[in-house]
């Protein structure tokens, strides 16, 4: 099993330098600190987007903008993939 691109082993290994290097006794307050800050990392994103939204709708500006782009970008994306199948496929049944 890979977790971003480290296996069991190298992952154990990690963990046992952590253990040298803190004690047992510090990691769950190392732990909790790191859990505090990314916490606090996504509450503020939340309120960045919230801020930006309300200003948009305040303004009138259509926050649905981005949505409608993927939906298009996507049906584009899969009217180019269906005519390099037609063009390919030929192709591909010959060899």
């Known amino acids: 099993m890979y977790f971003l691109f480290i296996s069991g082993g190298e992952i154990f290994v990690v963990v046992v330098i952590v253990l040298m290097l803190f004690g047992a006794d510090k990691i769950p307050g190392i732990a909790q600190g790191l859990g505090k800050g990314m916490r606090q990392l996504k509450d503020a994103t939340n309120d960045i987007k919230r801020e930006i939204t309300e200003t948009a709708e305040k303004q009138g500006i259509d926050t649905n903008l981005?949505?409608?782009?993927?939906?298009?970008?996507?049906?584009?994306?899969?009217?180019?993939?269906?005519?390099?199948?037609?063009?390919?496929?030929?192709?591909?049944?010959?060899?």
């Open 66 to 95: 981005a949505k409608d782009l993927k939906k298009d970008m996507k049906s584009i994306q899969d009217n180019i993939k269906g005519n390099i199948d037609d063009v390919t496929g030929p192709i591909k049944r010959n060899l």
